[in-house]
């Protein structure tokens, strides 16, 4: 886990305490594990292949309605070793202030005490900066992460300027047989055991995975670098240049 920097802060949440709230509902995901799962089924090797572009930044996050509290980031760059990192992030009591209902504990697990004294999203910020660097952000769904990510960005006076790659688009556009395309159907469909079911680290490996298994499977007449074009925006929201 990153270092935590400064004390821990005691605070309440809006009235809701209870002791069940604050304990942790389920187990950690595991960044080793994660990292040899990727070389054992050379993942990376097997995405790259494909083409597009040199460098992918898979990112998932876990929010409350406001704020994010958790992030997995899987870096693949062509040629290089792969590279994972996960953190939970303390959002300040303010996130917590509202009734249970806001805090989407029932969907992730993410109590307020797991992120109690984590990393704020400031801290985090030149490692995310560092992995961002020249990648594209892939995310299943990515207008969500990216939601997110503009958000805590803008609080600390920053703009996104990376582009994005939606895999959820990939896969209405390669599998458009399916009557939904979500990423526990793309996991049964393709036998993908997603190690943390609705974690940052265990989603942003499933949609590695799925991405490769799409890919692999596809047999369609147009090349799939212009399937990967029509998912891509560039940071600004607007589609690529055919021409880069």
């Known amino acids: 886990m990153p270092l935590v920097i400064?004390?821990?802060?005691?605070?309440?949440?809006?009235?809701?305490?209870?002791?069940?709230?604050?304990?942790?509902t389920v187990a950690d995901p595991q960044v080793t594990t994660?990292?040899?799962?990727?070389?054992?089924?050379?993942?990376?090797?097997?995405?790259?292949?494909?083409?597009?572009?040199?460098?992918?930044?898979?990112?998932?996050?876990e929010t409350t309605r406001d704020r994010v509290i958790e992030v997995a980031l899987i870096r693949l760059q062509r040629g290089m070793s792969p590279w994972v990192w996960q953190s939970y992030i303390d959002p300040g009591p303010a996130a917590w202030n509202r009734s249970r209902e806001y805090w989407n504990t029932d969907i992730h697990g993410v109590t307020p005490m797991m992120v109690r004294g984590q990393p704020t999203f400031v801290q985090i910020l030149p490692t995310m900066g560092a992995a961002l660097k020249d990648a594209v952000v892939v995310a299943h769904n990515v207008e969500f992460e990216r939601k997110f990510?503009?958000?805590?960005?803008?609080?600390?006076?920053?703009?996104?300027?990376?582009?994005t790659?939606?895999?959820?688009?990939?896969?209405?556009?390669?599998?458009?047989?399916?009557?939904?395309?979500?990423?526990?159907?793309?996991?049964?469909?393709?036998?993908?055991?997603?190690?943390?079911?609705?974690?940052a680290l265990g989603d942003a490996?499933?949609?590695?995975?799925?991405?490769?298994?799409?890919?692999?499977?596809?047999?369609?007449t147009r090349p799939v670098a212009a399937h990967l074009r029509d998912c891509t925006r560039t940071a600004s929201g607007g589609r690529p240049s055919p021409w880069e």
Request: proline share 8%; charged share 20%; aromatic share 10%.
């Open 149 to 163: 990510l503009e958000l805590e960005l803008r609080i600390l006076g920053r703009q996104l300027a990376s582009p």
């Open 34 to 61: 994660t990292l040899a799962w990727l070389a054992q089924t050379r993942l990376p090797e097997r995405v790259m292949a494909h083409g597009g572009p040199e460098t992918l930044l898979f990112i998932d996050f």
């Open 6 to 24: 400064g004390p821990e802060r005691d605070f309440e949440v809006g009235g809701y305490y209870s002791p069940s709230m604050w304990a942790p």
């Open 205 to 220: 490996f499933t949609t590695v995975w799925a991405m490769m298994s799409l890919l692999e499977q596809y047999k369609g």
């Open 165 to 199: 790659l939606c895999t959820l688009k990939l896969a209405r556009a390669l599998r458009p047989d399916l009557s939904h395309h979500k990423l526990t159907t793309l996991a049964s469909i393709f036998e993908i055991r997603n190690p943390t079911p609705h974690r």
